[in-house]
């Protein structure tokens, strides 16, 4: 599986943006996704999560309530809208797929995925 991420850029805080990764192969809709971010000087951290088929996901406390992930496996294609953009959510934003079949658990660990997109920079002005 290959992953592509697109859409950051630099936004005021309070503003919003709509993160993309497109996925090539026929395996996406048989791979839960995630988004991650990692800020500089900080460890990779977990943002959300989305199940095979969309019926589960699970969000970071930093980011629930703003954030919104989605899928479409129609289109072999992950979302991450984000909302009430603040300035700590300045980071390079990285999807990832699990590997074919893995069952929605500990989703929020970095170690349940085998593939990752290049990433995307999100960068938030005050």
């Known amino acids: 599986v290959q992953l592509q991420a697109s859409g950051g850029g630099l936004v005021q805080a309070g503003g919003s943006l709509r993160l993309s990764c497109a996925a090539s192969?026929?395996?996406?809709?048989?791979?839960?996704m995630g988004w991650f971010r990692q800020a500089p000087g900080k460890e990779r951290e977990f943002v959300a999560a989305?199940?095979?088929?969309?019926?589960?996901?699970t969000y970071a406390d930093s980011v629930k309530g703003r954030f919104t992930i989605s899928r479409d496996n129609a289109k072999n294609s992950l979302y991450l809208q984000m909302n009430s953009l603040k300035p700590e959510d300045t980071a390079i934003y990285y999807c990832?797929?699990?590997?074919?079949?893995?069952?929605?658990?500990?989703?929020?660990?970095?170690?349940?995925?085998?593939?990752w997109g290049q990433g995307t920079l999100v960068t938030v002005s005050s």
């Open positions: 989305i199940s095979r088929g969309g019926g589960s996901t």
């Open positions: 192969g026929r395996t996406f809709s048989s791979s839960t």
């Open positions: 990832a797929a699990s590997r074919i079949g893995r069952p929605y658990y500990r989703e929020y660990e970095t170690s349940g995925y085998d593939y």
